[in-house]
Nanobody, 126 residues
Framework: VQLQASGGGLVQSGGSLRLSCAAS????????MGWFRQAPGKEREFVVV????????YYADSVKGRFTISRGNAKNTVYLQMNSLKPEDTAVYYC????????????????????WGQGTLVTVSS
């Protein structure tokens, strides 16, 4: 499975961006797709995940109410609509996918995901 992320860029505080992640290859093997992010000098952190079958979602508290993840019609594409962006949202955003995550306590663990995209930079200026 290959993941291609796009949509990053520079935006002012309070603005919006939409990220896309398209999966290709053996996409039937993956059950969830999500986003992580890594700010300079910080560890990679969980942002959001969505199940590809039932569209169940789980958000990090830091983005809840501002970010929305959705599936495309093809189900192997997910979108991350980011509104009310803050300077602390500045990071490289990575798309990730997993064959099976198990319980909800695995959602936020990067080592439980099997596939990763190349990352797209989001910069929010103050």
């Amino acid at each position: 499975v290959q993941l291609q992320a796009s949509g990053g860029g520079l935006v002012q505080s309070g603005g919006s961006l939409r990220l896309s992640c398209a999966a290709s290859g053996r996409t039937a093997s993956i059950s969830v797709m999500g986003w992580f992010r890594q700010a300079p000098g910080k560890e990679r952190e969980f942002v959001v995940v969505i199940s590809l079958s039932g569209a169940n979602t789980y958000y990090a508290d830091s983005v809840k109410g501002r970010f929305t993840i959705s599936r495309g019609n093809a189900k192997n594409t997910v979108y991350l609509q980011m509104n009310s962006l803050k300077p602390e949202d500045t990071a490289v955003y990575y798309c990730a996918a997993a064959r099976y995550l198990g319980g909800s306590d695995h959602y936020t663990l990067s080592n439980k995901y099997d596939y990763w995209g190349q990352g797209t930079l989001v910069t929010v200026s103050s």
